[in-house]
């Protein structure tokens, strides 16, 4: 019985939507170079729900408390260093900075540093870990021990093992992702989230290259499956916050913060859609069938396209992963439908990784190209905010009808997110929607539509104004972007 129930519970954590919340590593957020206003108004900006601070003083303390509080964010967890074999096993003055976290649900997030000679010092450890969990249980606050590579408590293992020694009811363990593969190459891993995840109150990750050993990178490098890792140790029933940890990451502040809340956004989203309660995809609902809408693409196989100026599918570049088509931004090359259209309407979502670039072009001929693609009228697609490998003007952002016209009042989901696209081609008239909203609509023969292009990167390219039966085509701009949903239906 007690097997079953475990199981029970377990898929039932499985298919229940998570909504965890990320915070950041002060080390991540200007660490010494930026006031907690700064830190805290940006990450308010970006999206995060708050921070995690390395103990100083109780000054420090107050004054962070202050920035937090002003932006709505929380300080989610105060990292005290403790050591076994010194008279003194903590900064004293955090006795009594701990008394301005009352009423709050700041965890004590403790290491236990390794002693200057080897030994046995797990009773000196435990003596510790209750007297800070005794401070904090005063206080109405939880304790969770951090596993840190080469530290006395080096690991997940380690935390749930003191965690157990220690017996306090405030006390829990941590999983730290980087910590794992410091300490055990990830070779461990499942059989430590199983293991420790009912015990853990705390976890934290960042992007990994295994294949480099280079174990704390942003979230969009690497080659660490994170939506798997985030799956197993949700369905192993982890339900706290998550930190990301940012040490030593090389690169722009705000740039690597943005890309981390992006990659964040989309990996969460991921990690929901593999989950058996996630709604079906890829399908048409029998009014859409009814009004002669067609699918794209079935989600399981690449049948109805091919490779632009290719009678076949390209064989890298492109991949169909969890029901969507996707780019993987590796010189795949561009796609089309293997069916051509007149007036249609195409709808299709489409999320974007960071700094991606993508579109949908039309009125594509096979023999109108360049090194790039075909050179055809494009609905593009792409990360408004940071796309750096050009300069973007208002004709280069999403909706638009790429370096002719502007879409107007625009609003594209935040990059990590799903957008949903249409594109109309009736009669004389071509519109753009963006999230429920026709953002864009001109007519291709139009004075507007000549000035236009006459002011833009196409002006000499023969019968580029012209309306032309054509294929759907998908953009390979070198960056990864997803596609699911895409269904067209032809119209009188």
Request: hydrophobic share 40%.
């Amino acid at each position: 019985f007690f097997t079953v129930a475990l199981v029970t519970v377990a898929s039932a954590l499985a298919a229940a939507p998570v909504t965890p919340e990320l915070f950041v590593f002060d080390n991540g957020v200007g660490r010494g170079k930026w006031t907690p206003g700064q830190q805290a108004a940006t990450l308010q900006e970006l999206g995060y729900a708050g921070i995690s601070y390395n103990y100083t003083s109780p000054e420090d303390l107050a004054a962070w408390q202050k920035a937090f509080k002003k932006q709505g964010l929380k300080i989610y967890a105060i990292y005290l260093h403790t050591v076994v074999d010194e008279p003194q096993p903590f900064e004293p003055s955090f006795r009594e900075a701990i008394k301005l976290l009352k009423g709050t649900d700041t965890v004590i997030w403790m290491t236990v540093k390794s002693p200057k000679v080897n030994g046995d010092y797990d009773a000196k450890a435990v003596k510790v870990i209750q007297e800070v969990a005794d401070l904090a249980a005063a206080q109405g606050l939880r304790v969770s021990l951090y596993g840190h590579t080469k530290f006395y408590i080096a690991d997940a293992a380690d935390s749930a093992r003191f965690v157990k020694l220690a017996n306090r009811p405030n006390l829990g363990a941590t999983i730290n992702l980087c910590h794992e593969f410091y300490s055990h190459d990830g070779r461990r891993l499942d059989e430590i989230v199983n293991a420790v995840a009912p015990v853990a109150t705390m976890a934290s990750i960042n992007g990994l290259d295994q294949a480099h050993t280079n174990y704390i990178m942003r979230l969009d490098q690497g080659d660490f499956d994170l939506p798997g890792y985030l799956t197993k140790l949700f369905t192993a029933g982890y339900r706290g916050p998550v930190g990301l940890q940012c040490y030593n990451v090389p690169g722009d502040i705000r740039t690597n913060l943005a890309a981390n809340i992006a990659t964040w956004c989309r990996i969460v989203g991921q990690v929901n859609e593999q989950s058996p309660a996630a709604p079906p995809q890829n399908l048409l609902t029998a009014k859409e069938s009814a009004a002669g809408w067609k699918l794209l693409f079935d989600g399981r196989t690449t049948t109805g396209w091919r490779g632009f100026q290719s009678s076949e599918f390209p064989r890298s570049g492109w991949t169909i992963e969890n029901g969507c088509l996707t780019c993987l931004g590796e010189h795949g090359g561009d796609i089309i439908t293997t069916t051509i259209h007149t007036n249609f309407e195409f709808a299709w979502e489409w999320r974007l990784s960071f700094q991606a670039n993508s579109g949908v072009k039309y009125f594509v001929s096979e023999n109108r190209a360049n090194q790039r693609g075909a050179i055809a009228h494009e609905y593009q697609t792409i990360d408004d905010h940071y796309f750096v490998a050009e300069p973007l003007n208002v004709k280069k952002l999403t909706g638009a009808w790429y370096d002719v016209m502007p879409a107007k009042n625009a609003h594209p989901s935040p990059v990590g997110e799903w957008n949903s696209s249409r594109l109309v081609v009736n009669g004389k008239t071509v519109e753009h929607w963006l999230n429920g909203k026709c953002v864009l609509s001109y007519r291709p023969a139009s004075p507007e539509a000549a000035q236009a292009i006459a002011n833009s990167k196409f002006k000499d390219v023969a019968g580029y104004a012209d309306k032309i039966p054509t294929p759907i085509l998908l953009q390979d701009h070198e960056t990864k972007v997803w596609f699911r949903n895409l269904k067209i239906r032809e119209l009188p």
